[in-house]
């Protein structure tokens, strides 16, 4: 599962800074022979975010997060299928604004799903072998005011005094 969630998040990333720079390039009047290649890079971002929810509803991450996703996914297809005939006229740029932030909301919450997974799994495996403490140690000061933290392998040889010395062969 981590593997396609690194996958997903890869197109993400990569659908995400094409869709922007096609955006742009629409908004300033260049490339309008490109709508086509931008509303199909919309929808397979839309598509990547319902996997995303998909996968973190499996992982086991607040219904809130997938269900928002899967709204805000069908809101992003709508508004991109109609804006063109949305308040035409001087106040169009309201809804170019809009799009342009569900849009990006659309990126960005495929991203925050991602991340959450991550920190989930992070939290399971640092649980499971009794969490962070046991992994590393404060290191104190002579005064007693702890200054660090460092791993407890490192804390183990020091306190041995460095490196067990070297013994000859038989
Ligand atoms: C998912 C991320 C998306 C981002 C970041 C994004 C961004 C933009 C931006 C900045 C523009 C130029 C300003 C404007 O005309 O509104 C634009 C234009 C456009 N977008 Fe998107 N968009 C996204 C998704 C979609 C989707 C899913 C569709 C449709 C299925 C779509 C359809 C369109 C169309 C048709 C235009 C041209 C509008 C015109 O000619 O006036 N977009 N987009």
């Excluded at 072998?129 to 992994?135: L, S």
């Excluded at 067990?164 to 062969?169: A, K, V």
């Amino acid at each position: 599962m981590r593997t396609v969630t690194i996958a997903v998040q890869a197109l993400v990333r990569v659908a995400g800074l094409i869709q922007i720079t096609l955006g742009v390039l629409l908004w300033t009047g260049h490339g309008t022979q490109l709508v086509g290649v931008h509303m199909l890079v919309g929808i397979l971002l839309v598509l990547a975010l319902w996997t995303m929810a998909a996968l973190a509803a499996r992982a086991g991450t607040p219904p809130a997060l997938w269900i928002l996703a899967l709204g805000w996914g069908l809101l992003t297809v709508v508004l991109g299928l109609t804006q063109t005939r949305l308040l035409p006229g001087s106040a169009h740029w309201l809804i170019q604004v809009l799009h342009l932030l569900v849009g990006l909301g659309t990126i960005g919450q495929a991203e925050a799903s991602a991340v959450w997974m991550r920190l989930g799994a992070a939290n399971v495996s640092s649980a499971g072998q009794g969490g962070n403490r046991r992994h590393s140690q404060l290191v104190h000061d002579s005064s007693g005011e702890p200054v660090s933290e460092a791993p407890q392998g490192a804390r183990r040889r020091h306190s041995h005094g460095g490196d067990p010395p070297l013994r000859p062969r038989a």
